[in-house]
């Protein structure tokens, strides 16, 4: 079978014996695959190895493997490490907000499905969760991936009556719907979560923002404060829909 050579981003790993691993990729030109990389850890007595020693979470290389979407597991022959993101892992909340973009797009991106431009934005992200801007960076890739994928909720208009909200008031977030509810129409959705209209309209801003080769431009500076319970009902709604349950959320939003 030929081999394909690609641009990756480990979004997961398992080490799979003493000198072996399995990967989740994301590779800009095929997507989301499994790999197991046979003698990751193994070195020749001259010290070098087809994989530089093995990949790590969020590790960007260049990765050579066997490209068949209807295998389960494809073999990667050769890893070449290109950034290991060490700035990034000097800092636990920014390696939190890493992982969890990361365990997002394994979760959300379909096999073997490319999406070149969501790469694209996951590797710059990795670069601006390294500097004071991680809150807002991570939350526009989150709603950008969420556009992406398939999974936006409504965040503009009630989707029991349709009536356009603009974050003037409190409203209502409901899973089961995938939406906002006004007040009016509240009652129908046991499952409501109450949304700071101020929060409603600072998603609305930053989904109308402008963009430039596909990131948005002049982001606002956001808090903890600001995106916790913003990210915090979009993993909700994730595990809602995909029926279940997320782990970094916990270490993100914390209680």
Not at 94 to 110: C, D, F, M, N, P
Not at 111 to 119: I, R, W
Not at 142 to 164: N, Q
């Amino acid at each position: 079978m030929a081999l394909v050579n690609d641009r990756c981003i480990c979004l997961r790993k398992t080490e799979y014996s003493e000198t072996s691993q399995i990967l989740t990729l994301f590779s800009r030109t095929y997507g989301t695959l499994r790999v197991i990389a046979k003698g990751a850890h193994r070195r020749t007595k001259a010290g070098a190895s087809k994989f530089d020693g093995g990949a790590d979470f969020l590790d960007v290389g260049d990765a050579v493997f066997n490209h068949d979407p209807s295998r389960d597991l494809a073999i990667l022959t050769e890893w070449s490490l290109k950034d290991g993101h060490q700035a990034l892992r000097k800092n636990l909340r920014a390696i939190y907000l890493g992982l969890y973009a990361a365990e997002l797009v394994g979760r959300l991106i379909e096999e073997h499905d490319a999406h070149p431009e969501l790469y694209d934005r996951l590797d710059a992200t990795l670069y601006e969760l390294e500097t004071p801007r991680r809150e807002e960076a991570f939350l526009a890739f989150e709603l950008d991936l969420l556009r992406e994928s398939g999974y936006l909720a409504e965040l503009f208009a009630c989707v029991h009556c349709g009536a356009l909200l603009e974050g003037r008031e409190a409203v209502f977030f409901t899973p089961s719907r995938g939406g906002l509810v006004c007040r009016n129409c509240e009652g129908a959705s046991p499952d409501r979560i109450e949304l700071d209209g101020r929060l409603l309209r600072l998603v609305q801003g930053v989904l109308r923002l402008p963009r430039s080769n596909g990131s948005i431009v002049r982001l606002p500076q956001l808090t903890r404060h600001q995106t916790d319970p913003l990210n915090r009902l979009f993993a909700e709604h994730v595990e809602h829909t995909l029926g279940k349950r997320l782990r970094l959320p916990r270490y993100v939003l914390g209680r």
